[in-house]
């Protein structure tokens, strides 16, 4: 597929129109009104193009700005990554979230609340709506709208486990008032259904090699999404009545890394998902350039910023992209020859370009160190290395997607349509290696591991380099987990490598949290942020157009300060609260309307 084919997932004023007809409510958990255009199940779903068009409707809640459109981009907030510029709190949105200073006030949590719901309220109408079309079970096409509806509904209430723990949950829409205060549902019992789910979808699905489009789930898809959640599952989330972190106990948790290998086993008798044949480098290019390939993107969650729609557009490559100035102040011919703005909003731990292998083809995709400036006299977006944001700042961006890569001429300066891909054949790879390694052969996770570091050219990890490679002064040192035999080394490595590989797409928190160490994590980056004097030898004074000052006589040169500048930048280690921040807070309003949840949020938040 060498161009971007939208047909199968145009976002168009129909979709909207669809929404309101499904939905029946954002306030609470479900909606709490029923729309006067509201449609009875039995009298819409009664054609295939409608059913296609109240799946669509699910994807539409994911597209959103305030689901993963923007809103949802700051709840991956790590350690390596998504340090919004400023440390102040008190936003209610992003930066509070970023770092670590959140409250059940946040309208950003609130908000991806409202989407992942609605989604998931939408997916119940849909599933039993065309389950219950005549000729259902004859009908092949109606069996994989299904399985789509299954996999989004999955995909959907996985980020409530994720993200809030125990949540109300149902696979019923709601239909009336009174159903849309629902108690808790213990997390188990969700589990439970998304692997009900996901089974589904994997036996319905098509496979890859037969789905035009990447921005519609296969088979594969539905595998790796039920692999990571099989190794959430197995891993430790925060108990609520305890407020400590627990896990399944060791036969349970076998049980579920041994489910992760059969998972994999299956998706390899594909034969068709691997590596981008291009290459790392291109396949985040190809993002950027709007082109499609499920070899390795397994699943792309589809923006589209020039139908008229902003909601559905995306900021992708601009919030958590390289800076870059708009020509012509946003507006003029230029924007016809130019690149489109980019905020720039998220800035990654700059020491973190320093890890990577210089031979390592993904530090200069992942790990940008330079802006583009718009140069009046030049009337040009003139790429700088050397500028206040880079050189004093230390300000260093993520990299996968980027403006300068996209196509000249824009209609919108912020928007991009640049998809997001929350499910890679590199990361399933990572996973397999990971349960491979928890059931005792360690020999193939190293093998697995290693496939993922030998594509992006970078030293493949032995018993002889291990310590050179993963250990100070290379990296620092983990000491919450133990390496003494080969198991813990491979732990450690693969704490790494998920970094280097998965970097900036949202699942480093996660991982972090299902290892039960991201408080550790988190204080770790913050220790070696503030202890970086190598700092000191990128730091440089600069005027205000970006070139190095020359100093007056018995000046001072500017002084590296790590603390300083982490205190302005990075907090996170600082503010993390261990047994409370694992979870989001429920948002305020949905404490406040949904009685069966008896005024009770998350552990540590009002």
Known sequence: ??????????????????????????????????????????????????????????????????SYGQYAMPFASSDDMYMVRGTATGDGTRRDISHYALTSSNTWIASVWNYTYEGIDRANTAISGIEGMPGYEDSDELKELVAQARFLRAFLAFDLVRYWGDVPFKTTSTGSFGETSQPRTEREKIYDQIVIDLDFAKQYLNPGSQVASSEVPCRGAARALLMRAYLQRAGYSLDRATRKLTRPDDATRQKYFEAVIKEWEAFNTEGYHDFYSAGYEELFKNYSKLVLNNQESLWEIAFEPNNGQKDNAGYWATYNGP????????????????????????????????????????????????????????????????????????????????????????VDPNHTGVN??????????????????????????????????????????????????MKAPKVYDLPFISDGDEAGKFRTALYWERAFETA???????????????????????????????????????????????????????????????????????????????????????????????????????
């Open 420 to 469: 997001y891909c929350p499910l890679r054949y590199a990361d399933v790879v990572l996973m397999a290696a990971e349960a491979y390694n928890e059931t005792g052969n360690t020999p193939e996770a190293w093998r697995l591991l290693n496939s993922v570091r030998t594509r992006s050219e970078a030293t493949a990890i032995t018993s002889a380099n291990y310590a050179s490679l």
């Open 1 to 66: 597929m060498n161009s971007k084919n939208r047909n199968t997932m145009k976002k168009n004023k129909l979709i909207y129109v669809l929404g309101a007809l499904l939905s029946v409510g954002a306030i609470s958990c479900d909606l709490t009104e029923k729309p006067t255009s509201f449609y009875e199940m039995d009298t819409y779903f009664t054609t295939a193009d409608k059913a296609k068009m109240a799946v669509i409707g699910i994807y539409d809640c994911l597209a959103a700005e305030g």
């Open 504 to 606: 900036y797409e949202g699942q480093r928190k996660f991982d972090l949290i299902r290892w039960g160490i991201l408080g550790d994590a988190l204080r770790a980056a913050q220790a070696y942020i503030e202890n970086w004097e190598e700092g000191a030898a990128e730091f440089k004074d600069v005027d205000k157009n970006g070139k190095p000052t020359k100093l007056e006589d018995g000046a001072t040169p500017a002084v590296w300060d790590p603390v300083v500048w982490a205190t302005q930048n990075y907090v996170a280690g600082h503010n993390f609260v261990d047994g409370k921040h694992e979870l989001l807070p429920i948002p305020l309003a949905e404490i406040q309307s949904n009685a069966q949840l008896n005024g009770e949020n998350n552990p540590g938040y009002e």
């Open 323 to 410: 800076l870059v100035d708009a020509p012509d102040a946003g507006s003029g011919a230029a924007n016809q020859t130019h690149m489109g703005r980019a905020n720039a909003f998220f800035i990654v731990l700059p020491y973190w370009g320093h890890f990577y292998e210089d031979n390592d083809v993904r530090r200069d995709v992942n790990f940008v160190d330079y802006v583009y400036r718009w140069v009046k006299k030049d009337q040009d977006q003139v790429k700088m290395t050397v500028c206040q944001e880079i050189s004093k700042n230390m300000y260093r961006y993520p990299g996968k997607w980027r403006r300068e890569w996209m196509a000249p001429g824009f």
